[in-house]
């Protein structure tokens, strides 16, 4: 390998170690805990390090934010890839727990991806494409499913439901019940999938 090479990839460590100790600043202890300073102390680096890479805290937000909605806009077409191969239940299914899953995986980036006071898409606005890449393949799985109808209605509803269900799971009551991560999924899968069946018009679970 050469100099220029291993100075690239130190590089690129550095830069994505700061992303994962800010990530988990939000997850653990919140947005009020995360400052260059201190992404800069709990990466090993010299306090001027970050400043690098990131011009400041709202830079390295909106990274973050613009790798989420990338990350979620992946779990939504590789839900909506199986339409063709798949019942229309399991489909809408999936793209839920596509959705809702990402938000138990990454509760930290989850908080703060749909705040444009702390990710202004003026400023950034890689982040708001990447947010409208992740809101198309929503708005795909409504036409895979219910055709010509009211997509733009339909896609709201579909959305409100997923996020307020995520919501709900990760800083609301039902994730003061259900502490572990497996009892969550669990309750994810069945609320998703009642919703599906009256989505489809199929009698509901008794």
């Given at each position: 390998?050469?100099?220029?090479?291993?100075?690239?990839?130190?590089?690129?460590?550095?830069?994505?170690?700061?992303?994962?100790?800010?990530?988990?600043?939000?997850?653990?202890?919140?947005?009020?805990?995360?400052?260059?300073?201190?992404?800069?102390?709990?990466?090993?680096?010299?306090?001027?390090?970050?400043?690098?890479?990131?011009?400041?805290?709202?830079?390295?937000?909106?990274?973050?934010?613009?790798?989420?909605?990338?990350?979620?806009?992946?779990?939504?077409?590789?839900?909506?890839?199986?339409?063709?191969?798949?019942?229309?239940?399991?489909?809408?299914?999936?793209?839920?727990?596509?959705?809702?899953?990402?938000?138990?995986?990454?509760?930290?980036?989850?908080?703060?991806?749909?705040?444009?006071?702390?990710?202004?898409?003026a400023r950034y606005p890689a982040a708001q494409q990447a947010g409208d890449r992740a809101h198309a393949e929503l708005e795909r799985m409504v036409h895979?499913?219910?055709?010509?109808?009211?997509?733009?209605?339909?896609?709201?509803?579909?959305?409100?439901?997923?996020?307020?269900?995520?919501?709900?799971?990760?800083?609301?009551?039902?994730?003061?019940?259900?502490?572990?991560?497996?009892?969550?999924?669990?309750?994810?899968?069945?609320?998703?999938?009642?919703?599906?069946?009256?989505?489809?018009?199929?009698?509901?679970?008794?």
């Amino acid at each position: 390998m050469t100099r220029r090479h291993a100075d690239s990839d130190a590089t690129s460590d550095l830069r994505q170690r700061i992303l994962d100790v800010s990530e988990q600043l939000l997850e653990t202890e919140g947005l009020a805990a995360l400052s260059m300073r201190e992404v800069a102390r709990r990466s090993g680096v010299t306090h001027q390090a970050p400043y690098h890479h990131f011009t400041d805290r709202e830079s390295i937000l909106a990274e973050l934010v613009t790798q989420g909605f990338d990350e979620l806009t992946r779990r939504l077409a590789l839900a909506n890839q199986r339409s063709g191969s798949a019942q229309r239940q399991a489909v809408l299914i999936e793209s839920g727990q596509a959705y809702v899953g990402f938000a138990i995986d990454r509760p930290g980036i989850f908080r703060i991806m749909f705040r444009p006071e702390i990710c202004d898409p003026a400023r950034y606005p890689a982040a708001q494409q990447a947010g409208d890449r992740a809101h198309a393949e929503l708005e795909r799985m409504v036409h895979l499913q219910h055709g010509d109808k009211d997509g733009t209605g339909l896609a709201h509803l579909y959305w409100a439901q997923v996020h307020g269900l995520a919501c709900l799971i990760v800083d609301g009551p039902v994730g003061q019940h259900y502490r572990g991560v497996r009892e969550r999924r669990r309750f994810m899968r069945d609320s998703l999938a009642q919703f599906a069946r009256y989505m489809l018009g199929e009698p509901l679970a008794a």
